[in-house]
């Protein structure tokens, strides 16, 4: 039986230079679409992705909003639209709460928030010209629920996610979709010393936690379950449907995070449920 012939499709990719962003392009390329692979090191997204007739390298630093415009303006060049935009370029500051310094929980932010802020609106006066296009944001388990150690990281997910949800419906009358990507623990590059950094230990109450948790990190370092490559390949079947999921939990552990969160907030709700009913004004009526 002859496979069917995909539709080719552009694809800027953002944080293309090493872990799942290398895996999404290669991904993408092999199933016949051209791809705009961006970094903050051209070389470096070059020699990851490999070479390839439909790859462009364009450098791009996703805090610089000129910077996104340039890149767009690039693909556009090159390959006259951009039909999937994919924020996947990130860092992590770890740290319990109280010994992250302000300028690195505001880094944090700027990277993992506003970095796909700013690229998402470069590239979508180009969608909304062609009246299509799907824009997928990678974002984590950490983005449906906190845990000690991940402030930082779990605020700007948690901010990913409240504006992709309202992003969706504002652009879906230009036949623009998107998509929250919310990966569970996959063999990347995320815990290695180039995306993880770790608050200076200064308060002793926190001495011993940080202790277990780094180093429960550093062993879990190259041994998580999940195969990116499997992830890349499902996302970009997944992009190619006409009506992609709003949200993907990739992984069985990121199932079970989403489940167990639904049923944490269904509970909470109907624990007080009688006192919350009851707050109404008495002329209500």
């Given amino acids: 039986m002859a496979e069917k012939t995909v539709e080719k499709k552009v694809w800027l990719i953002t944080g293309a230079g090493r872990g799942m962003g290398v895996d999404i392009a290669q991904a993408a390329l ?62 992590f500051y770890a740290g319990f709460f109280e010994e992250i310094s302000r300028e690195d929980f505001r880094a944090q932010i700027e990277t993992n928030l506003f970095g796909p802020v700013n690229v998402t609106r470069a590239v979508l006066p180009v969608m909304r010209a062609q009246r299509s296009g799907l824009v997928v944001t990678i974002s984590s388990t950490a983005g449906i629920t906190g ?72 062993g879990m370092n190259g041994r998580q379950g999940g195969d990116p490559a499997k992830l890349a390949t499902a996302l970009v079947q997944l992009a190619s449907q006409d009506e992609p999921p709003l949200r993907w939990a990739a992984g069985a552990d990121a199932v079970e995070v989403v489940e167990q969160k639904a049923d944490d907030l269904l509970a909470q709700a109907a624990a007080h449920r009688e006192l919350s009913s009851s707050l109404a004004h008495d002329d209500a009526s």
Wanted: hydrophobic fraction near 40%.
């Fill in 147 to 218: 845990q000690e150690f991940v402030s930082a990281y779990a605020a700007s997910k948690f901010g990913v996610e409240g504006w992709i949800e309202s992003l969706t419906p504002e652009v879906a009358p230009f036949g623009i979709r998107t998509m929250l990507v919310e990966p569970g623990f996959f063999r990347t590059e995320l815990l290695t010393p180039e995306s993880t950094s770790y608050a200076e230990p200064s308060i002793d109450d926190y001495v011993e936690r940080t202790k277990q948790t780094v180093t429960a990190w550093n």
């Fill in 30 to 91: 092999a199933a016949g679409h051209a791809v705009v692979a961006t970094g903050r090191n051209p070389e470096r997204v070059g020699s990851a992705v490999g070479a390839h007739d439909d790859l462009l390298v364009v450098t791009l630093d996703v805090t610089d909003p000129a910077g996104a415009q340039s890149a767009v303006e690039a693909a556009v060049d090159q390959f006259g639209g951009i039909d999937v935009l994919v924020n996947n370029a990130g860092n």
